[in-house]
């Protein structure tokens, strides 16, 4: 990095509002970041190298998340996905809060609806990570060869939601008509396909690559909702639906004075 390019970097951020003194070599912050300085900042970095990563909006649950972490690890992120550089992570699985430990394959970042994702291989496949839930990163200095076929289009093109699974299932659901116009004027899956029923209600049919997150989404719509295939989704949302009322049945409402 030039001289110069350094300089005009520096008064840039001073007109932004942060206060940082430079002296031979070094850069010192004067004062603590706030979650405000560290998502501006972030913009800031991650508009600069919109061309390396799938470039994402929504910061603020991952700012929180990383606690003062935050410009470290997307750095690090960046720059191992440019360099095409294996990186070593501690992390905290969302399912159960087990902190592990992984070597991965970075090669992309993605936003989620609250939160961003890290698409790496691990073990030859691919998986997305929660960057909020990456305790600890270093790189290795091991670089890797990236799958020519990899592209965030086609990886997503049967994801639902931000959930990528390495199976595909042919999924069909029928909504009824009360629903219907709510599903029938939203765009669910790149593959979908909508039948107009003549009592009012919608068939959606789709192809996806994870039972449980579509399963999560087709709960979210009660009895409006019925899975005609595959009997895998069936018996998931039935299994999940039953393990709510059994965790609801027989108890007494709050307040009721009983």
């Known amino acids: 990095v030039e001289t110069a390019t350094l300089h005009r970097d ?26 405000k300085d560290y998502r501006t900042l972030l913009s800031v970095y991650l508009t ?3 061309g390396i990563i799938s470039f994402p909006k929504n910061i603020s649950l991952t700012v929180k998340q990383l606690e003062g972490k935050t410009l470290k690890v997307f750095t690090v992120l960046v720059g191992a996905i440019e360099m095409r550089e294996r990186i070593r992570i501690s992390y905290v699985r969302h399912q159960d809060s087990r902190l592990l430990k992984y070597t991965l394959e970075p090669y992309d970042i993605i936003p989620g609806n609250r939160d961003w994702r890290l698409i790496a291989m691990s073990d030859g496949i691919f998986k997305q990570f929660i960057i909020g839930g990456i305790k600890g990163i270093e790189r290795t200095g091991e670089r890797f060869e990236r799958k020519p076929e990899y592209s965030a289009d ?36 790149e593959e979908q396909e909508l039948t107009k029923n003549d009592d009012g209600s919608l068939i959606l049919k789709m192809k996806v690559n994870s039972i449980e997150e579509v399963g999560s989404w087709v709960l979210s719509w009660g009895g409006e909702v019925k899975v005609l295939k595959p009997a895998k989704l069936r018996e998931y949302v039935v299994a999940k639906a039953k393990g709510i009322i059994e965790s609801n049945d027989g108890q007494e409402q709050e307040g009721s004075g009983r």
């Open 10 to 35: 520096l008064r840039d951020l001073r007109e932004m509002g942060f206060d940082i003194h430079s002296s031979k070599n070094k850069l010192t912050l004067l004062k603590s970041l706030s979650d």
């Open 48 to 50: 600069s190298v919109s």
């Open 154 to 189: 086609d990886y997503y093109a049967r994801s639902f939601g931000f959930f990528s699974g390495t199976n595909v299932f042919d999924v069909a659901l029928e909504f009824g008509k009360k629903v219907a116009e709510v599903i029938g004027n939203r765009t669910w899956s």
